[in-house]
């Protein structure tokens, strides 16, 4: 495997450019010495090295030069800088590195989904939405800025988003990068987060057992699913990936959104607020369609090893390159908030 | 000039179609015989005329395909389809049409600046804003939807204008699609839509002889004339102009953008709801700093004038090609709704 890398980095290297970014694998050598074996490879380490250079992205990527736009962006990088694991930047950082042996490229990819996803906590915790108060131990965006900045924060955010995709995305065929544009477009629209949280809504206004757990699966395939799979999908585009490769990694993140969103049923129940960084038990108290609700705990346990399974399973073509990512499945179904 | 155009044609037509876009001249010859002279030119036949297609394509840029997602698809199509002007997209296709003599590229860039400026009116008009429950003399898509569904809708529209330009605008250097995503973006943000309308809000809540013509300026500037400015500047890009002759576009949209402000402003105090189609008097009875009230009703007219003739000097170097876009800048503050 050493020397056939070897071979095909002297066949590749007198390709142009241009062509070679079709096919990635000249590069995937200087990754395979980086991932060695999964047993020794420590995940912690790995997301606390990704998260120095993201958390600075993302504190950079919003500047205020004038006063009449400070609290906006006050009010924008309050909810972005309010931590978090990073999990979707992290996720797209792992996917480019696992094509091209670099995550550099992919860094506004890795910006963009994370806020998204922030856009979709502060319209999601707005007093018509899920009325939520506390979000990741800290007052949310509407209770600090007013209900009216928050709504105008979001949309700021999720216009950035694009705006610093194809702004500061360098280096990369332009057609991967519009690409990189539609798919971030459709993971917020009606088949995509919107589309989910307007559906949780309407489901969560129904007797609990109207709710099948097809709906849930819809549900959460739209609401968490797609976000998950366009951190993953963007990152393997940027990185070189083919559309076979590319579709392999959406299989992958279909699966651990799934698993993530039953981690999290599972998580509401067995764990304190003081633990989850927010309030806990509101799927019971709301009388709420759940996994554990509708296939016991055991059965919701059982359900998200299944779809881990599904999820490492789409990634073996890639072998020992894709270390990061399998980690990543494994701790989406262990941690503890 | 007739005859140099012919020439013009033969001598870029030899280049090749990469480079061919960059100097857009060879196309114009097709247009100048539709726009001959001011005199003769029909504004309302010419925006009836583009209204069919814009309609149509605004029309099918919304489908749903599953149950799942009717009730949002069922609320973006509410307010994208309630009528109105459709000033941007014909701006849009009216820039794109001076440069390449066909606006048949840009209409996707249409498309997505009518999503945006839809977006904008669902969000602003709800409680926490505006607080408006009539638009367009029709019931607001959250008096209609309820307000998670307009806070929703809101957000797949605006998600949904990025994808809609990136996946089909054909037969352009993606580099230039690139470069509207960037400025679609921004017309939104903290220095587009978003930005003006949380200082509007902001200023609002100021005693009224706090707010400087400055603020106005500010605020009208970010919160109308930005998705103006992107709407000309779109098609220009699409259509093949130069980065001159597009900031040469982006003047005229910036003052026709505040010019159409002021209008507004004028309206509001000397229009009923019923010409209107939306509550009249709000600005009065909300106590609101506008230009009637800063400068007097004759100064706010000046003003506007002053705006308007600002606005076609910038489009003096395109000739006669500029025709529909002078008729639209006269349009827009002789408009009684």
């Not at 006050?74 to 091209?100: D, N, Q, T, W």
């Not at 965006?141 to 709504?151: D, P």
């Not at 950035?160 to 995709?165: A, L, P």
Request: charged content about 25%.
């Amino acid at each position: 495997m050493h020397s056939f890398s070897k071979a095909v980095v002297v066949i590749l290297a007198t390709l142009s450019s241009a062509d070679a970014f079709v096919s990635p694998t000249y590069q995937r050598n200087a990754f395979s010495s980086l991932a060695s074996t999964a047993t020794d490879f420590d995940l912690n380490a790995y997301i606390v090295e990704k998260n120095g250079p993201i958390t600075k992205a993302l504190q950079e990527s919003i500047v205020s030069l004038e006063p009449q736009t400070a609290k906006i962006c006050e009010s924008m990088l309050y909810s972005l800088m309010a931590g978090g694991k990073r999990i979707r930047p992290v996720l797209c950082l792992a996917a480019c590195e696992m094509f091209a042996g670099s995550d550099e490229k992919a860094m506004p990819s890795a910006v963009a989904v994370e806020m998204i996803h922030t856009m979709s906590l502060i319209h999601d915790d707005l007093p018509s939405m899920d009325n939520d108060d506390l979000r990741r131990g800290k007052p949310t965006n509407h209770v600090v800025y007013g209900e009216e900045v928050a709504i105008l924060a979001g949309d700021a955010l999720l216009s950035d988003s694009f705006k610093f995709v194809a702004e500061n995305t360098k280096g990369v065929d332009p057609e991967r990068v519009l690409d990189v544009v539609v798919r971030l477009g459709k993971s917020v629209g009606p088949k995509g987060l919107a589309g989910g949280q307007a559906m949780d809504l309407e489901c969560e206004g129904k007797p609990v057992d109207e709710v099948s757990l097809d709906d849930l699966r819809w549900i959460h395939t739209h609401k968490t699913a797609a976000l998950l799979q366009v951190s993953v999908a963007a990152g393997a585009i940027i990185g070189g990936a083919t559309p076979e490769e590319v579709e392999a990694c959406e299989k992958y993140a279909l699966n651990i959104g799934l698993a993530f969103q039953v981690a999290d049923d599972i998580l509401d129940i067995t764990q304190s607020s003081e633990e989850l960084g927010k309030t806990a038990g509101k799927d019971l108290e709301a009388d709420k369609a759940t996994y554990p609700r509708l296939l016991g705990l055991d059965g919701a346990r059982e359900e998200a090893q299944r779809l881990i399974a599904e999820s490492k399973k789409a990634l073996e073509p890639f072998g020992d390159r894709a270390i990061p990512l399998l980690a990543l499945a494994d701790y989406i179904i262990n941690r503890k908030n």
